[in-house]
Nanobody, 115 residues
């Protein structure tokens, strides 16, 4: 089992920045991929960014050039630096981790972009 705890959400003005962090605990040695998804009101949960075990990353087109995912396997953490935020980035952001058996989710952290 793996447990994920997010932090760093909040209210930010358009054009601002936020950094989300996620700490994993439990059977972290099995984790392969870690990343972030988000779900806006009335919409399906969508991929934001993924970090793979080989060091490669994948981003949603809507966040490319603005968001950066980083991962520290020694500390079992994954972070998401979000810059140039706009109202369309408003959502609950979920940390995600996957091993060869299953996918794990955090409880989510709210990000609201508003003036």
């Amino acid at each position: 089992q793996v447990q994920l705890v997010e932090s760093g959400g909040g209210l930010v003005q358009p054009g601002g920045s936020l950094r989300l962090s996620c700490a994993a605990s439990g059977s972290t040695f099995r984790i392969r991929n870690m990343g972030w998804y988000r779900q806006a009101p009335g919409k399906q949960r969508e991929l934001v960014a993924l970090s793979f075990l080989d060091g490669s990353t994948n981003y949603a087109d809507s966040v490319k050039g603005r968001f950066t995912i980083s991962r520290d396997d020694a500390k079992d953490t994954v972070s998401l630096q979000m810059n140039s935020l706009n109202s369309e980035d408003t959502a609950v952001y979920y940390c995600n981790a996957a091993d060869q058996f299953r996918t794990y989710w955090g409880q989510g952290t709210q990000v609201t972009v508003s003036s």
